[in-house]
């Protein structure tokens, strides 16, 4: 359970590094919702890794599918994630930070 203290520890943080960060550095930053469920691509490999997997009898198993599954993802799949985050991003903010449908 987090106290009232490590949260507003927290919270004094953020605002140091954001003052820090205007004050010290250019820095561009998107405008980032605060959900943000589409916007990370290794998700989807996830996804797409969980759909290709079979039950495995043991956590070994499971650990020598997931590395050669991951080892044989097409290159091309993961460009496109990547290629495409522009677009995810401005999708994402017009959906308020909600999900979105590519």
């Known amino acids: 359970m987090v106290?009232?203290?490590?949260?507003?520890?927290?919270?004094?943080l953020v605002?140091?590094?954001q003052e820090f960060l205007k004050?010290?550095?250019v820095i561009f930053r998107l405008p980032w919702p605060a959900r943000t469920p589409d916007l990370s691509p290794v998700e989807y490999m996830w996804d797409e890794l969980k759909r290709q997997m079979s039950?495995?009898?043991?956590?070994?198993?499971?650990?020598?599918?997931v590395q050669d599954l991951w080892t044989h993802m097409p290159q091309d799949n993961i460009?496109?994630?990547?290629?495409?985050?522009p677009?995810?991003?401005?999708?994402?903010?017009a959906a308020g930070g909600g999900p979105a449908r590519y």
């Open 79 to 85: 460009r496109c994630l990547i290629n495409s985050m």
């Open 3 to 12: 106290s009232q203290g490590q949260v507003s520890s927290k919270i004094k």
């Open 55 to 65: 039950s495995c009898p043991s956590v070994h198993d499971l650990e020598l599918a």
């Open 87 to 93: 677009d995810r991003v401005v999708t994402c903010i």
């Open 23 to 25: 004050t010290s550095y």
């Open 15 to 17: 605002r140091i590094q």
